[in-house]
């Protein structure tokens, strides 16, 4: 199996990744260094047209250029768990319901930007895994592990019998994100917009907490409040 990716920034990650298989690129950049980088991978080129471009895509905000990779690869929960024993305090990001590609990728972007060790995601009834999440991640997806599992709940009983605090994000919480200690391995659980985090994952948490809000919106879009709050935790742990 295999994905298409596109956009200058996630197509030079796939390449440097060693993700991209063949690369489909706009004449006028075959001296970009992103070719460049390919050809001394030894990465096959070829060159198309917009028009090609657009319809290999199915998307016309490629920027002159695509990637053809090996399937995005996901991990189980367990090779997850030992991949992050290397790390002091391990952190795992969990995401109940987010349907949004382009949630999901600024998530991914996130994730990586703060070293976060793996995201969860369920394998059925959330957004997949495709281009559109690999374009808004800008090649964090190349990175970042991802775990698909069937269960939330089941999961997080997993990650607790391997010394996981989980600590999940919902408005109605008394305690404020700031009032816990994370300097130890943790899950965080964040929710939908719409629908939050659902009761069964609520209940299997350790900690509830909210992000204190004193506009007039009480609620924040899934991949901005997911920035703060492992912003949050990366420096609680300095």
Not at 123 to 148: C, D, F, H, M, Q
Request: include cysteine.
């Amino acid at each position: 199996m295999s994905i298409i990716v596109y956009g200058k920034n996630t197509v030079r990650e796939a390449v440097r990744s060693g993700n991209a298989k063949q690369l489909k690129v706009l004449a006028k950049f075959g001296s970009d260094s992103i070719v460049a980088e390919a050809r001394r991978s030894s990465i096959p080129v070829a060159f198309v047209n917009d028009d090609e471009l657009t319809r290999m895509t199915k998307n016309s905000s490629h920027q002159g250029f695509m990637a053809i990779c090996d399937d995005i690869k996901t991990y189980s929960l367990e090779e997850l768990i030992s991949c992050s024993k290397n790390s002091r305090y391990p952190l795992f990001l969990m995401c109940d319901g987010i349907e949004d590609p382009h949630n999901l990728g600024a998530i991914l972007r996130s994730c990586d930007a703060f070293g976060v060790d793996g995201l969860i995601i369920k394998n059925r009834n959330e957004v997949p895994l495709n281009a559109t999440v690999a374009k808004v991640s800008t090649g964090a997806i190349s990175y970042v592990k991802v775990a698909t599992v069937t269960n939330l709940t089941k999961a997080l009983l997993k990650l607790q019998e391997n010394g996981f605090w989980v600590v999940s994000s919902d408005g109605s919480a008394s305690l404020t994100y700031d009032q816990v200690d994370y300097k130890c391995p943790i899950c965080l659980v964040v929710g939908s917009e719409g629908f939050g985090i659902s009761r069964l994952v609520l209940a299997k948490s350790d900690f509830i907490v909210k992000i204190d809000m004193v506009g007039h919106v009480n609620s924040l879009n899934a991949s901005v409040a997911t920035g703060i709050l492992l912003s949050h935790i990366a420096l609680a742990r300095k």
